[in-house]
T-cell receptor, first 115, second 114 residues
Framework: QQQVKQSPQSLIVQKGGISIINCAYE??????FPWYQQFPGKGPALLIA?????SEKKEGRFTISFNKSAKQFSLHIMDSQPGDSATYFC??????????????FGQGTILTVHP | GAGVSQSPSNKVTEKGKDVELRCDPI?????LYWYRQSLGQGLEFLIY????????KSGLPSDRFSAERTGGSVSTLTIQRTQQEDSAVYLC????????????FGSGTRLTVV
């Protein structure tokens, strides 16, 4: 059962444009929603994260928008740069339980930013 | 160390052989996770260790897969009688046992079964 669905699978954006990646989840027990960025040959690195008690979080050019009622969240990259070209993963974590640290990941989005 | 260290970085093995993948987490991190990343796929959870608690093995795909964590630090993922479908990048991550922290991933071990 895929609990976190991510779209699109790939995205091409021109330099300076806005990149938008969307995720939808099914389990209302999720309480923490991070985004990870992965460059080729490297492990994913935490980019930004949000909790469901806020609707938006911004860090520099990266913003997470969260819609609890729709069970959706998205990553917006403003003024996209070629150096942002990477694979992006959304994830979600359940509150409580013996494995509360375990993250469920989306399928990933390959972002290409053209100069 | 400063980061999560995984070894080897690449491993090519023949079908049917056993392999061991090693993970050295960040010192002081009590939680350790193994994930598998197949080509073009997301990250598939395999197993999770948290302190002295029993590990969450719910993601292990078959009984050919096992993992242990010795002394609350180094972890080894063992795949017995490897199959071609086991070819993937195996990622290890660690974290503090805090709800405010994210994972720190290693660079992974790329396993190729021929």
């Amino acid at each position: 059962q895929q609990q976190v669905k991510q779209s699109p699978q790939s995205l091409i954006v021109q330099k300076g444009g806005i990149s938008i990646i969307n995720c939808a989840y099914e389990n209302t027990a999720f309480d923490y929603f991070p985004w990870y960025q992965q460059f080729p040959g490297k492990g994913p690195a935490l980019l930004i994260a949000i909790r469901p008690d806020v609707s938006e979080k911004k860090e520099g050019r990266f913003t997470i928008s969260f819609n609890k009622s729709a069970k959706q969240f998205s990553l917006h990259i403003m003024d996209s740069q070629p150096g942002d070209s990477a694979t992006y993963f959304c994830a979600a974590r359940k509150a409580g339980g013996t494995s509360y640290g375990k993250l469920t990941f989306g399928q990933g989005t390959i972002l290409t930013v053209h100069p | 160390g400063a980061g999560v260290s995984q070894s080897p970085s690449n491993k090519v093995t023949e079908k049917g052989k056993d392999v061991e993948l090693r993970c050295d987490p960040i010192s002081g991190h009590t939680a350790l996770y193994w994930y598998r990343q197949s080509l073009g796929q997301g990250l598939e959870f395999l197993i999770y260790f948290q302190g002295n608690s029993a590990p969450d093995k719910s993601g292990l795909p078959s009984d050919r897969f096992s993992a242990e964590r010795t002394g609350g630090s180094v972890s080894t993922l063992t795949i017995q009688r490897t199959q071609q479908e086991d070819s993937a990048v195996y990622l290890c991550a660690s974290s503090l046992a805090s709800r405010q922290r994210g994972y720190t991933f290693g660079s992974g071990t790329r396993l190729t079964v021929v």
